[in-house]
């Protein structure tokens, strides 16, 4: 039961630590874009696709008109589902190992996640180059939300009982 509680806690301390470590970077240290127009057959790849154009925040990304920006932000926005998903799975872990009842959990876990993602996009207004943004936290929360759903959609799959179903 401790090492389970152990491992949880460890992973939500190298998600934070993660969350930390990037917030604090000026974007133009993590500016991907000189990496991505190195692989031009990655751009006519992406150019080649149907077009998708979407607006995020009052911005356009437009995988035809500028293919890096587009691949950038898909993985920029890829890594706040998966980083809010795995703190959120990890924090609903470690209650769970603690005692709290499944819904209860998963309530305390979705709010913790989206405390972080508000800290973490309000202290991106004092880094050069980052923005904060509301459509951030709500990305992140839906990342936990989505990992969420698919966890428990798996252990209802395999037949777990990784939910514990019976202390709802």
Known sequence: MRSKFFLRSLIVL?????????SSQPFTEQDLRPEIER?????????KLPPIRLSYDGQVVDSRMNPADFIQFCLRKGAHILLYGVLGLALSGALGVAGL??????????????????????????????TGRAADVLLDLAGFLFLASVADLCSLVV??????????
Do not use: S, Y
């Open 14 to 22: 190298v998600c934070l630590a993660a969350v930390a470590h990037f």
């Open 39 to 47: 692989h031009g057959r990655l751009l006519q790849v992406i150019r």
């Open 101 to 130: 009842k499944v819904v209860r959990r998963w309530l305390v876990a979705g709010m913790l996640v989206a405390l972080v993602a508000f800290l973490d996009e309000w202290h991106q207004l004092t880094v050069p180059g980052r």
């Open 159 to 168: 037949g777990t009982k990784c939910t514990k179903r019976k202390d709802a």
